[in-house]
């Protein structure tokens, strides 16, 4: 019997440049027969040389994870929130409302879905890890606030409403959003935790600007938390008259508290929010390839713009609160963000 190298195949079989050229091109695109049942075949965008991999079981967990969440904060916008004072408050209990409360629901449930089904899976991944990371401060303010804010009773703005915190009982539209926002943090810790298992790369279209999106986005960053510290809604401060001299002088009133200003669980979660903001938003840009950056700065955009939008809501449905320059500020960075996130999906054809 005839020995051969098994690598070739049957004698003067594979030694022709019509064999080599397709040797080289199964090794090439990874295609083969034999690898064909335990790889995904590649996905090449013209232009970018962006390929996807197979995509591991954690990624479309996570992408159910937000599924779940969004559809369960959708649901929370619409049932009572907080009792305060024997006052039933819902989060969309109008027009303007509802568009603020599921603003970040309808992203999230629309990148889920693609994350699910494994479609540009580093794109749903870097936006369940920045929204999961920056859902963590917002999970304990949440909590404070049906929790511990009748320990140290002041004015708050809850749902659109101006309010004193004086009694409160939490109602299932708080119930379901601290159900979301756990969601939310859980889908960002499987996203993590899978990052390093899929593939998806692409051709670095993005490399030759991502030091001046950083620098942007850091910026925007640094911005949105200091517009934080002071609340984008606030009440007018009174002018009276002196009884005594006739002078007309200027009396503040208590007003709404800032992302800083809550004591215990409130303050921990405004900390690391703060934190996350400016660390996702420097981070962001860098992530590789270029739609996991344009993915991330998506979570950032959608929660700036969500803030902003609520202080935005609060100053034009309260006569007692007018429009804070923090909140206009917060408005142009979320805006900012926003703009950010399209120039990295538009310069997807860049060389």
């Not at 969440?69 to 619409?78: D, M, N, P, Q």
């Not at 309808?106 to 693609?114: C, E, I």
């Not at 609340?231 to 002088?249: C, K």
């Not at 929010?273 to 840009?285: D, E, F, H, I």
């Amino acid at each position: 019997m005839a020995a051969r190298d098994i690598r070739t195949g049957p004698p003067g079989e594979g030694r022709g440049p019509a064999a080599q050229a397709r040797r080289s091109t199964v090794r090439r695109d990874g295609r083969d027969d034999a690898g064909a049942r335990n790889r995904t075949p590649a996905a090449v965008t013209a232009g970018e040389g962006l390929v996807v991999g197979a995509v591991p079981t954690g990624a479309r967990v996570a992408g159910l994870l937000l599924v779940l969440a969004a559809l369960t904060g959708v649901v929370a916008a619409f049932p009572t929130y907080l009792e305060v004072g024997g006052r039933p408050l819902a989060q969309a209990d109008s027009l303007g409302g509802a568009l603020v409360a599921l603003l970040v629901p309808l992203v999230s449930g629309a990148v889920g879905v693609s994350l699910a089904r494994g479609l540009i899976p580093k794109f749903g991944l870097a936006y369940a890890a920045v929204v999961g990371a920056l859902g963590v401060g917002q999970l304990l303010i949440e909590l404070y606030r049906g929790r511990s804010s009748v320990s140290r009773p002041g004015v708050e703005v809850l749902a659109g409403e101006m309010v004193l915190t004086t009694s409160i009982r939490i109602g299932a539209g708080w119930v379901l959003g601290v159900v979301a926002l756990a969601l939310t943090v859980i889908a960002g810790g499987v996203a993590i935790a899978s990052w390093g298992r899929t593939v998806m790369e692409d051709c670095g279209a993005l490399d030759a600007v991502r030091g001046g999106l950083a620098a942007a986005s850091g910026l925007l960053g640094v911005g949105t938390v200091l517009c934080l510290i002071l609340p984008p809604a606030d009440v007018s401060a009174d002018l009276v008259a002196d009884p005594i001299t006739g002078l007309e002088v200027v009396v503040n009133r208590e007003g709404p508290q800032a992302l800083l200003e809550r004591p215990g669980l409130a303050l921990l979660g405004g900390l690391l929010l703060a934190g996350a903001l400016v660390l996702c938003s420097v981070v962001a840009p860098s992530l590789r390839p270029r739609l996991a950056a344009v993915g991330g700065l998506l979570a950032i955009a959608v929660t700036v713009l969500s803030a902003a939008l609520s202080g935005l809501r609060d100053a034009a449905g309260s006569e007692q609160l007018h429009w804070t320059l923090p909140g206009v500020g917060l408005l142009v960075a979320g805006l900012g963000f926003c703009l950010v996130t399209v120039l990295a999906w538009r310069l997807r054809r860049s060389s």
